[in-house]
């Protein structure tokens, strides 16, 4: 039985997600899947993907609403979860999960998890802490106002936390863990994370910001 659709600025920012799949993705990973939405999305552009969330009750939401048979569903804590063989995925991503967990530890499973080559997407939160920072988010008001008066907004249902890291902290760290990332700050209250794995014998570039995400 699928799940209806709905909105919500996780949900906005999943087609950055998409568009960052690899061609011809063979393996994915969805961190912090909740009720499978994204997922179920992901199936169509990879031959199997996994979803990964600690909260036993989004696993069984997310099975519940998910009939396609390439995708598979894991409950597990993202970090502690030792069984998945380095170099496993061709792509990995999560979509404002991170700041449940130790980011930095997230980012080296991340890292160790990706093959090669291989390409991580992440849609993140995190906190105001300069008064550019509020700004920005004070610039957004009016967009989200407007966006909710022509969408049926809802939550999944999945546990909600604040960010503890800051917007710098974040970008700081993404950039030490992962060479060569790319981060950008959205609209809504997100950021992004963009990384290709290297292969071997290829030298990493400088960081740069992305023109999408």
Known sequence: MGAPDYWNHNVHYQPLILRAVPPGCGTALDIG???GMLVRKLAERCA??????????????AREHTENTSVSFVEADFIGYPET????????????SLHHMDFERALDNVARLLRPGGRAAVI???RDASPPDYLAGAAAVPIDRLYKEFRIERDSGAP??????????????ARRIL?????RRHLLWRYSLRWDKPTLGRTLGKTGESADL
């Open 33 to 35: 899947c909740g009720d």
């Open 48 to 61: 199997h993907v996994t979803g990964i969330d600690v909260d036993a009750r989004m696993i069984a939401l």
């Open 85 to 96: 063989e380095t170099g496993h995925f061709d792509f990995i991503c999560a979509n404002t």
């Open 124 to 126: 993140g939160l995190a």
């Open 160 to 173: 909600i936390r604040d960010p503890d890291m800051s917007w710098g902290e974040v970008k700081r760290a």
């Open 179 to 183: 060479p060569g990332v790319k981060y």
